[in-house]
Structure formats: C-alpha cells, structure tokens
C-alpha cells in the first residue's frame, strides 16, 4: 500500500472558515459602499502587480544577461 510521503493537514479549522467568510463580507460591504474607491484601489493592485513582474523582469535580465 502506498503511503502518503507528505501528510498534509486538509479542511483548516472553523475559526480558519469564520474569518474567511468575515474578510469575504467585508470586502463585499466595501465593494457595495464604496465602488469608486474599491475600484481605484483594485486598479493600484494590478499596477502593483505588474510594476513587481516588471521588476524581476528587470532584475533577472542584469543579473543573468
């Protein structure tokens, strides 16, 4: 029989799904309150995102090239 070579604990623990579900609601009650804000600030994640790719772009091509 084969054995699992790197047990990982599933499922998490209900304060674990609590939690989620509260950071879910409140995303959403921003989202509803707020939209222009929510909507500036979801736009500077995805700036953020792609000035970080860009970044170990750049970082990468120095060092390796």
């Known amino acids: ?12 623990g209900a ?5 989620g579900v509260l950071v879910v609601l409140a995303v959403l ?5 707020h939209p222009a ?3 500036g600030w979801a736009i500077g994640a995805v700036h953020l995102v ?8 750049a970082f990468l091509r120095d060092t390796l090239g």
């Open 37 to 39: 804000d929510a909507a």
């Open 15 to 19: 304060l674990r799904k609590v939690i």
């Open 1 to 12: 029989m084969a054995r699992n070579m790197l047990p990982m604990k599933t499922g998490g």
């Open 50 to 57: 792609g000035r970080v790719i860009s970044g170990i772009g």
């Open 29 to 33: 009650a921003l989202v509803v309150q």
